[in-house]
Structure formats: structure tokens, C-alpha cells
Nanobody
Framework: QVRVVESGGGLVQPGGSLRLSCAAS????????MAWYRQAPGKQRELVAR???????????NYADSVKGRFTISRDVAKNAVYLQMNSLKSDDTAVYYC??????????WGLGTQVTVSS
């Protein structure tokens, strides 16, 4: 019954913006972090951004160097949701973006991904 569902992907021109959403349900562990990864064909999966928090406390974020200043991750703890605002998109951002939900005990769940294509 565990479900992690991404949405918001699509086709956008270079310099444009997209907002990705991820909603988790059926998660029996307490969510400690939520993260976005991406993988392009022929490339290794990479961490894009991660946000860590327990309720309203101890919140922190991490970003890949390639997206710093352009992407913003946010989290709605009450809704078990995480978002990725992507601005100033480049062709190198083209990939399938995956949402990960994890505990602080090594347990995690993944979504099936949403395609982001940046092209003129």
C-alpha cells in the first residue's frame, strides 16, 4: 500500500520553470527526509536536493552544486509532500526525476518518476 507519486514534469524551454510535486501515502515509518533524484539516459542517478526535518524542527536542505541557486526544495510535513521548484532550466536538467522518502533507520521508498525535458 506504500505509494510515492511524482507529478509536474513536462516539456519546457531553456530558461523556463517547472514545479514538481511528490505525495507519499501508506508510509508506516516516520518520515525523516524527502529527496529528489534524477537520472538521464546513459547517466548515473544523482541527488538533486534533500530536505530533512522532524515535524517543525531540525530542518535542513542540501542541493547538488549544479542546481544551487536555481532549484528550491520544500516540504509539507502534514501532507507528506515535497516539492521542487526548478527555475532557469537548462538542457542538462533533462532527466527522469524521482522522489525518495526515508526514515532515519535506513528504510526508504521511491516513486516511479516524472519526466522533465528541457529543449527549445
Amino acid at each position: 500500500q506504500v505509494r510515492v507519486v511524482e507529478s509536474g514534469g513536462g516539456l519546457v524551454q531553456p530558461g523556463g520553470s517547472l514545479r514538481l510535486s511528490c505525495a507519499a501515502s501508506g508510509i508506516i515509518f516516520r518520515i525523516y527526509y524527502m529527496a529528489w533524484y534524477r537520472q538521464a539516459p546513459g547517466k548515473q542517478r544523482e541527488l538533486v536536493a534533500r530536505i530533512t526535518s522532524l515535524g517543525d524542527t531540525n530542518r535542513s536542505t542540501n542541493y547538488a552544486d549544479s542546481v544551487k541557486g536555481r532549484f528550491t526544495i520544500s516540504r509539507d510535513v502534514a501532507k507528506n509532500a515535497v516539492y521542487l521548484q526548478m527555475n532557469s532550466l537548462k538542457s542538462d536538467d533533462t532527466a527522469v526525476y524521482y522522489c525518495q522518502v526515508g526514515s532515519n533507520t535506513g528504510v526508504s521508498s521511491w516513486g516511479l518518476g516524472t519526466q522533465v525535458t528541457v529543449s527549445s
